[in-house]
């Protein structure tokens, strides 16, 4: 079955960086646009970035500072966050849409503290 599995998280610094990882299985990876979205307490859950083959797109937020990434032999997507601001700390979670299914990690949090 499909399982998205994210890891990275962390508690870090204003200004620091991180590196999130979405490890993926069970559906033809590299076939399917993947995304990142992220939830703040209170707050909807947003698109943070997605990719393509070739393609990426941001939120306006996070352009500059973040990177999406994929490593189709490894099955897995990333982000790349740079520049952290405390406005970012959410939980992150990793996203596919197949057909009639969507499908999401468990998420990992994301605190950006001094």
């Known amino acids: 079955q499909v399982q998205l599995v994210e890891s990275g998280g962390d508690l870090v610094q204003p200004g620091g960086s991180l590196r999130l990882s979405c490890a993926a299985s069970?559906?033809?990876?590299?076939?399917?646009?993947m995304r990142w979205y992220r939830q703040a307490p209170g707050k909807e859950r947003e698109l943070v970035a997605t990719?393509?083959?070739?393609?990426?797109t941001y939120l306006d937020s996070v352009k500059g500072r973040f990177t999406i990434s994929r490593d189709n032999a490894k099955n897995t997507v990333y982000l790349q966050m740079n520049s952290l601001k405390p406005e970012d700390t959410a939980r992150y979670y990793c996203?596919?849409?197949?057909?009639?299914?969507?499908?999401w990690g468990q998420g990992t949090q994301v605190t950006v503290s001094s």
């Open positions: 069970g559906f033809s990876f590299s076939r399917y646009v």
């Open positions: 990719i393509g083959s070739s393609i990426t």
């Open positions: 996203n596919v849409k197949l057909v009639g299914a969507d499908y």
